[in-house]
Structure formats: structure tokens, C-alpha cells
């Protein structure tokens, strides 16, 4: 049965590929699939601006997640 979750995916993206992804999501599964419908996009100015509390996402790191690779 699938579940109704709350939240957001930030998925940075530099010279065209996505370098890190940042969820915020409750009730993550333990096992399953999170389908995820993007609705917006943000330069890094209006990113900064629109969410305060994530600007810490924009630098870089020497671990990452890189959910895609061409």
C-alpha cells in the first residue's frame, strides 16, 4: 500500500550534473521506492534566499550521494 509523505529532495546541480542530493522527508521506508514529482527550480541566489536554513547544501563536500551519473 503506498503512503502519502511530506517533504522535499534538494538536488544540487553544477555544470549540469547533479553533485548532491539532500532529502527532507519524513517517513522514509525502510525497503520500498520514494516517488519524488519535481515542481521547482532555484538559481543558487534565489535557493539562498527562499531557504535560509539550507544554505550549508551549496558547499562543497567531500562525501556526496551521486544518485546519477552520465
Not at 532555484?42 to 535560509?52: A, D, L, N, R
Request: glycine share 6%; hydrophobic share 35%; proline share 4%.
Amino acid at each position: 500500500m503506498s503512503k502519502k509523505i511530506k517533504g522535499c529532495v534538494h538536488i544540487i546541480m553544477k555544470e549540469g550534473k547533479p553533485v548532491n542530493v539532500f532529502t527532507h522527508i519524513d517517513k522514509l521506508p525502510k525497503n520500498g521506492v520514494v516517488h519524488l514529482k519535481a515542481d521547482k527550480t532555484y538559481s543558487f541566489q534565489e535557493f539562498k534566499k527562499s531557504h535560509p536554513h539550507d544554505v550549508g547544501e551549496l558547499n562543497e563536500k567531500k562525501k556526496k550521494i551521486i544518485v546519477l551519473d552520465y
